[in-house]
């Protein structure tokens, strides 16, 4: 069983940063992929962005890339979001999760990850 603890959102006005942090309760961390995925109202939610250790792989959505950058400290079994140049159409309930497979956090597989976090707003105001 993984369990997953977002923090650091908030309000910011557009053209600021915010740094969400996952603090993952998990002893083989850097066997699992990471990612971060978002929920606006009324729509589906999506990938923001994706790491894996093994093999060093990083997967960004096109809305997001050069703006966002994913990163993760294994000692300290924690995945970041930084998130800069924010826009308000960023403005979401952004989720972490963690899945074994990287195909399947990328959308390669039919499953969806397996655990997931209990989300954190950014709001971005215009």
């Known amino acids: 069983q993984v369990q997953l603890v977002e923090s650091g959102g908030g309000l910011v006005q557009a053209g600021g940063s915010l740094r969400l942090s996952c603090a993952a309760s998990v002893r083989t961390f850097n066997a699992y992929a990471m990612g971060w995925f978002r929920q606006a109202p009324g729509k589906e939610r999506e990938l923001v962005a994706a790491?894996?250790?093994?093999?060093?792989?990083?997967e960004y959505a096109d809305s997001v890339k050069g703006r966002f950058t994913i990163s993760r400290d294994n000692a300290k079994t924690t995945v970041y979001l930084q998130m800069n140049s924010l826009k308000p159409e960023d403005t979401a309930v952004y989720y972490c999760a963690a899945d074994p497979s990287f195909a399947t956090m990328i959308g390669e597989s039919p499953s969806k990850p397996r655990y997931w976090g209990q989300g954190t707003q950014v709001t971005v105001s215009s």
């Open positions: 790491n894996n250790w093994i093999g060093g792989s990083t």
